[in-house]
Structure formats: structure tokens, C-alpha cells
């Protein structure tokens, strides 16, 4: 069986050593979080976001708006924290009601502030090379995988999906550690053949099992980014599965991340990273 990426006990580690580090600082890092309208995913996620930013001793400002608000108010209240020194790091939660434009929102972010790495500015940062804020959850796939495989140079690469948020930049990260990375999506032909010669293989199309055993290269190392709610054996109740067939992957490869438990703490915890990132590079330290 493969070995099991423990996405949850790094992230711990990785907020401990964070929060060390915020400890040692003459000033307190602050992050703003803007939660729109009433999603109670988001809610939840925006609650987990505040409590984490607090126990690593940062500032952690919550911005509750009605779902209602307007794009123009929206837009001044992301201007205000551009200019507020004692946030760092601003993050507009997704999805936005369906009235706004998000792309709009995004935009107006200072590069320097935003710690989600949605700015067309840190994209293009990512792809030159350049240093900038990274998206979390790419940013938490690369960090396990250099924690097993800290010399990746030359290894072979598939990433299946290819988002803004997920796909392209994780291929970029896996680029500047010198693998060879191909992307796949939906319209690749012959997607299982193309992922049998992968050493690395990140799953990231939100299809519930999409990839299964037979696609996975022996001893490969298998990031499955994907959280998908599907129905349990118990009726009216639902499960957490991810983007592989977990139990077959698991019998080939030889790491593979779980769902729940793997990606999934890691994105918090970069979030965290990212605004103690921001902080350093705006106060000059």
C-alpha cells in the first residue's frame, strides 16, 4: 500500500512554525477576510479562516457584508484595506451573490495584499519566475510533495485540470522544480495511457473517483486536490471522496494524499503563510 501524505499533521507543523515566526515580530500581520451574502460553506470556511489566523497570532479582520451589497460597495470596501497598513492580507471569499462581478473584485486587490494569488499581477509573477503570492492550495500540493521528493528534477508530471485557481498554477510551481509537466483536461485523448507514465500525478477536475488504479504509474506520488460530496451507504447521509479512487490508487502508487485529510488542511495553512509572506515583504523585513 501506498505511504499516506498526512496533509493535516504538516499543516499543523507548518502553522506552528508560522506562528513562531509571527512571535518573533515587532508588528502583528493582519488579514482581512470579506464574506458576502449568507453561503454556508463559505461561513463555515470564512469561521475556520478567522479562528486558524487568531491562534497564529495575527490581526484577523472579518468583513460581514448582506447579500445585497453592491458592486460599487464592495469595490470601495476592497480600496479601504488596500490602503489599510495594519491589514496585509485581503481575501474576498468565493462565490460572490450572483450579481457581482467577481473578476472585477479580484482586480481591484493590491498584488501585494492578495494572499489568494488570484491577481492577473501574482499570475504572471508565477509564470516568470518572479516572486510573488502563490494560490493556496497549489502552494499546499508543492510543499507535501517537496517534503517526500525534495529533488523532483526531471520526474514526469501530469496535472489533470487546468483552472486558475488549481491547475495552471501548480503546473508553473511544478515547472521551476525542473519536472516535466504535461496538462491534461477533458478533450486529452487517451487520458489513462497519459497518466500511466506520470511520476507525479495531481488530480484536480472535480469528478468524484474519475481517476482509478489502473491509471496510476507503480510508485507514483498522487495529489488529489479534488473534495467531492457524493452519497453514503446510509440513505439521506453523504461522504467525502476525492478525484481518485482512493483504495485501488492506493494499491499502485506509492504516496497518495487522502480525502479528507489531505490537500485540504494544507490551503488554511497557506493562506497563513501567504499573509505572514505579504506582511514581511510590506514591512521591509
Not at 451573490?97 to 498584488?111: F, G, Q, R, T, Y
Not at 514526469?156 to 519536472?179: F, W
Request: proline share 7%; glycine share 10%.
Amino acid at each position: 500500500m501506498a505511504e499516506i501524505i498526512d496533509g493535516k499533521a504538516f499543516a499543523a507543523n507548518l502553522r506552528a512554525q508560522i506562528a513562531a515566526e509571527v512571535a518573533g515580530l515587532p508588528y502583528k500581520p493582519g488579514l482581512a477576510v470579506v464574506l458576502v451574502g449568507e453561503d454556508p460553506a463559505s461561513k463555515v470556511y470564512v469561521a475556520n479562516k478567522a479562528k486558524q489566523t487568531v491562534e497564529v497570532g495575527m490581526a484577523s479582520f472579518e468583513h460581514k457584508l448582506s447579500g445585497d451589497t453592491t458592486q460599487a460597495d464592495l469595490l470601495a470596501l476592497v480600496r479601504r484595506l488596500n490602503d489599510d497598513p495594519k491589514v496585509h492580507g485581503i481575501l474576498v471569499q468565493l462565490p460572490l451573490p450572483k450579481h457581482l462581478n467577481a473578476d472585477e473584485v479580484i482586480a481591484a486587490i493590491s498584488p501585494d495584499k492578495d494572499v489568494d494569488g488570484l491577481t492577473v499581477v501574482n499570475a504572471g509573477r508565477l509564470a516568470a519566475g518572479l516572486p510573488g503570492l502563490v494560490p493556496c492550495t497549489p502552494l499546499g500540493c508543492i510543499l507535501l510533495l517537496e517534503d517526500r521528493i525534495p529533488d523532483m528534477t526531471g520526474l514526469n508530471a501530469v496535472v489533470i485540470g487546468r483552472s486558475n485557481l488549481v491547475g495552471k498554477p501548480i503546473a508553473q510551481l511544478l515547472l521551476q522544480k525542473n519536472c516535466t509537466v504535461t496538462m491534461a483536461h477533458s478533450k486529452t485523448r487517451d487520458l489513462p495511457g497519459l497518466c500511466r507514465t506520470a511520476d507525479i500525478l495531481v488530480a484536480a477536475v472535480g469528478r468524484p473517483e474519475m481517476v482509478k488504479g489502473d491509471w496510476v504509474k507503480p510508485g507514483a506520488s498522487v495529489i488529489d486536490v479534488g473534495i467531492n460530496r457524493v452519497p453514503a451507504q446510509t440513505a439521506g447521509k453523504t461522504r467525502l471522496v476525492g478525484d481518485v479512487a482512493y483504495q485501488e490508487a492506493a494499491g499502485v502508487a506509492g504516496a497518495i494524499t487522502p480525502v479528507p485529510g489531505g490537500v485540504g488542511p494544507m490551503t488554511i495553512a497557506c493562506l497563513l503563510r501567504n499573509t505572514l509572506t505579504a506582511a514581511k515583504r510590506q514591512e521591509g523585513r
